[in-house]
């Protein structure tokens, strides 16, 4: 870890015996410090294309540019590049059976379901909506014509397919249609508080 590492060793001699989920905290605390690094790199080149092509641009509208990006690499770090930090450092599995993609909507949420444990089953399905509420928001927040609901949505389904086929490929989760539903589902309940807060603006205005 390039920036995180003396906090996460602090909380790892701390607490990492009281915790049955402290790898989950250990990823998380990895898949931050990659989006960092990566976020900074953004910022870098964003701001020599921004001189280079004397672009004109608020500081507003580049903070939420770049929150947006730490956000998205953040999720692909959380979700796909688990295991280090660098292209070369992943394997590919490119001939992994077409089987192992559950292509069946809400088989392995009802298993999940009727687990021993609702936590699993909680994560699975509010926290992959909540994930992608974000990606609702920020899009048609960021672009200078603002997309509508379907290709909000459209780019959701796109980007969390995206994910689950990586996942397959990196051998780094499950690949599972659940999963872009949920995503989707996300995306939409973005882009709809979005247009809430759009109109409560224009409301207030007036």
Do not use: C
Request: charged content about 15%; aromatic content about 22%.
């Amino acid at each position: 870890m390039i920036f995180l590492g003396p906090l996460y060793t602090y909380i790892f001699e701390k607490y990492a015996t009281r915790f049955n989920h402290f790898p989950l905290i250990r990823l998380s605390f990895y898949a931050v410090d990659k989006a960092i690094l990566y976020t900074l790199f953004f910022v870098t080149l964003r701001y020599i294309w921004v001189k280079v092509k004397k672009k004109n641009t608020s500081f507003g509208r580049e903070l939420g540019l770049t929150i947006f990006v730490f956000y998205v690499l953040l999720l692909f770090a959380l979700t796909v590049f688990r295991d280090g930090y660098f292209i070369w450092q992943f394997k590919f599995y490119w001939h992994r059976p077409l089987s192992q993609i559950n292509i069946i909507p809400l088989v392995e949420t009802i298993k999940l379901l009727n687990g021993q444990s609702l936590v699993d089953f909680f994560y699975n399905l509010y926290g992959n909506i909540v994930w992608f509420v974000p990606m609702g928001i920020f899009i048609p927040a960021l672009t200078e014509r603002h997309f509508g609901f379907f290709k909000v949505v459209l780019i959701g389904a796109l980007i969390s397919t995206s994910i689950e086929t990586l996942q397959f490929i990196l051998n780094t989760g499950v690949t599972d249609i659940d999963d872009v539903i949920f995503n989707t589902l996300g995306a939409a309940v973005g882009y709809f508080l979005y247009f809430v807060g759009k109109w409560i603006k224009k409301l207030i205005k007036i």
